[in-house]
């Protein structure tokens, strides 16, 4: 495969190109890892950091988050801007792949021009799909696009791991009353950038204003944080099947950022998140090694010894650590350190 070739496809904003890079960062395969990480790290060199508005977007099943996508695609294409769209569910197994829905139901932005709808893949663990999905976010980016939006289903662990890579986080929420806001789990409204009330339109309007200003009062009552500037988070309603409220919820999305942008508070969040994903990147690497001969095989032997007592626990993992995966002896277990302080 000739990376450099692909490397230029996707800066150039290549579809197919783009296409082919997203299949590539998403295969797990040995040697299309060692592809993909070379491709995004030539990107990286060459895109003059270029950057894109990451925009996590959260919510409960059937809150209209893909209708919302569709819609806020839709105005932002129609403002010139190229729109990319990435999904994390973990759970798309069970629904036969909801994102297949999806493209039906973006099926106004799928056929625009300026728009690049990527289906999620068949199910991996939550990991593996954080990984494609970061590194499909940084070819959007490198090949130009103003926004990338990145749905994701509220299941477990997902929100978080969407919002450790965008740089606003959207909670998309359902008009209904006080029992309502008792389901939003306090940690999600704390990751929350913007909360917006959909189906802000028919019988539903009163309602969703009465619950935009439920949850208003509520993040009133949340610790203030250090990358909002007055006023954020904040709720405001949309109707993203009549495309009522679209460019407020724009706006307010760009004076945030542009305010983050200003004082520092963006470029600092993006820094702490390629730390993160590093370290992340470190434990995983190192956890996969541990199931990979020759290791396994390696430890399995230890693992008898240690079963039939003729080594101990500690004795045993060590000889894993220092002379199978090469780490070499930890300062105190060889008394490095006692050598040191006397020295
Ligand atoms: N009245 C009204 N209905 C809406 C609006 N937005 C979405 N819906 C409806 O809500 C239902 C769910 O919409 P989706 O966009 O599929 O919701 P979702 O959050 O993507 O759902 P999942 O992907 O299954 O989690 C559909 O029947 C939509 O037509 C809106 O603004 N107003
Ligand atoms: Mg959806």
Redesign the pocket.
Known sequence: MDIERLAEGVLAGDRRALARAITLVESGRADHRRAAVDLIGRLNDADHGRQAMRIGLS??????????I?SFGMMLTGADLRVGVLAVDPSSAR?GG?IL??KT?MERLSRAPNAFIRPSPSQSHLGGVARRTREAIALLEAAGFDAVLV?T?GVGQSETVVAEMTDLFVL?LAPGGGDELQGVKRGIMEMADLLIV?????D?AATATRTCSDYAGALRLLRKRPQDPEGFPKALT?????ENGLERAWDEMRALADWRRETGHWDARRAEQARYWFEAEVRAGLLARLSREPVKGAMEALARQVEAGTTTPALAAAEVLTDVLGLGPEAGETGLDAETSLA
């Open positions: 919510g409960t099943p059937g809150v209209g988050k893909s209708t919302f569709e629904s909801s829905g999806d139901r749905e289903v998309l959909n189906k802000a339109d028919g539903l949309v109707s993203a099947m009549e």
